[in-house]
Antibody, heavy 125, light 108 residues
């Protein structure tokens, strides 16, 4: 079955960097766009970034633009999120999610299905 | 940025009752709206996309309707496992996509 497993979270000081990974299995990873979505403790959902199935397009939410970089390695079925200049307000559970669309529909749709279990990032001194 | 407002914030109902959750957009999103269910300690699960299409494996008691700025998620007869937080999300002219603040569905 489709599985997404995030890793790389932890406690980091403000201003430092962290890289998250999302290992995918059970589907054709290279055929789907992939997203990062985060959820601050006790709060709602915030979309972070998307990368097209082939890496040709990348887009970011305003709150992370210029600090975070999304990337993927289709040979390793892995999605990444490089987070630099971290702030306290970046504290959240970070989820990776597969886009519902993909090569089969010739489009990245902006719907998230399924999601991984998430990894917690805490930015604190 | 398109703002989604969900109502009510909390809905208290009993198993077997009908649940109606609302999501209003600050401008038209056509039918580019989805609904997600999130239980404590779990990631969200896609229920409905394109306003009215059920995702794979979602029971028929979940249905979505609406277009433009007003949308509804209906659960026809609540099962014990349906008590959770529900989020709407839009993808009109994305990116970005945006989410509503959530509706908590509690057992009465």
């Amino acid at each position: 079955q489709v599985q997404l497993v995030e890793s790389g979270g932890g406690v980091v000081q403000p201003g430092r960097s962290l890289r998250l990974s999302c290992a995918a299995s059970g589907f054709s990873f290279s055929s789907h766009g992939m997203h990062w979505v985060r959820q601050a403790p006790g709060k709602g959902l915030e979309w972070v970034a998307v990368i097209w199935y082939d890496g040709s397009n990348k887009y970011y939410g305003d709150s992370v633009k210029g600090r975070f970089t999304i990337s993927r390695d289709n040979s390793k079925n892995t999605l990444y999120l490089q987070m630099n200049s971290l702030r306290a307000e970046d504290t959240a559970v970070y989820y990776c999610a597969r886009d519902l669309g993909g090569v089969a529909v010739l489009n990245t749709l902006g719907w998230f299905d399924p999601w991984g279990q998430g990894t917690l990032v805490t930015v604190s001194s | 940025e398109i703002v989604l407002t969900q109502s009510p914030a909390t809905l208290s109902l009993s198993p077997g009752e009908r649940a109606t959750l609302s999501c209003r957009a600050s401008q038209s999103v056509s039918t580019y709206l989805a609904w997600y269910q999130q239980k404590p300690g779990q990631p969200p699960r896609l229920l409905i996309y394109d306003a009215s299409n059920r995702a794979t494996g979602i029971p028929a008691r979940f249905s979505g309707s609406g277009s433009g700025t007003d949308f509804t998620l209906t659960i026809s007869s609540l099962e014990p496992e349906d008590f959770a937080v529900y989020y709407c999300q839009q993808r009109d002219n994305w990116p970005p996509v945006t989410f509503g603040q959530g509706t908590r569905l509690d057992i009465k």
